[in-house]
């Protein structure tokens, strides 16, 4: 019988570790209130963050906007920025630790829950650094997780 070679399929989640991000991309959906954040690490894998801004009744959705202000303004290295346009994210370098957390949804297709990636202890970074794995003796200054500000 014969082979078929295959191929990368462009796609697999970043192995927890410390990472440092670049945002290749900002989108808004301004009638929805979806933020989704592009980036890319060093070793060319990448990760998306979502930010739901606006709850379907069309209220603000006070525990995403602080997160993603959190996330902006840490990116940014500005806490005393008070407004931006999506596009000044681009280009910005953040450093995080991946976290993978296992969720309550189980997947109808495998049966399994669902595995989200975390971003922990987000620093402003000013290029890439070292992707690391993070092994159980290392610890973070100040562990900021933005689960915390979500309701």
């Known amino acids: 019988m014969a082979k078929i070679k295959l191929v990368d399929t462009g796609w697999s989640m970043i192995p927890e570790g410390n990472y440092t991000f670049k945002i290749t991309k900002a989108d808004y959906n301004e009638d929805f209130g979806k933020m989704e954040i592009s980036m890319v690490t060093k070793s060319g894998q990448t990760h998306n963050e979502r930010f739901s801004l606006i709850t379907k009744k069309g209220n603000a959705n006070e525990g995403a906007m602080k997160a993603f202000s959190y996330f902006a303004k840490t990116a940014l290295g500005n806490f005393d920025v008070e407004e931006i346009d999506p596009a000044d994210l681009e280009g910005c370098y953040l450093s995080a630790r991946v976290e993978h957390v296992e969720s309550e949804t189980i997947s109808e297709k495998t049966g399994e829950?669902?595995?989200?990636?975390?971003?922990?202890?987000?620093?402003?970074?000013?290029?890439?650094?070292?992707?690391?794995?993070?092994?159980?003796?290392?610890?973070?200054?100040?562990?900021?997780?933005?689960?915390?500000?979500?309701?």
């Open 113 to 151: 829950p669902f595995v989200n990636v975390r971003l922990q202890d987000m620093k402003s970074a000013v290029s890439f650094g070292g992707d690391t794995q993070v092994t159980d003796e290392e610890e973070g200054d100040e562990e900021v997780d933005l689960d915390d500000f979500l309701d």
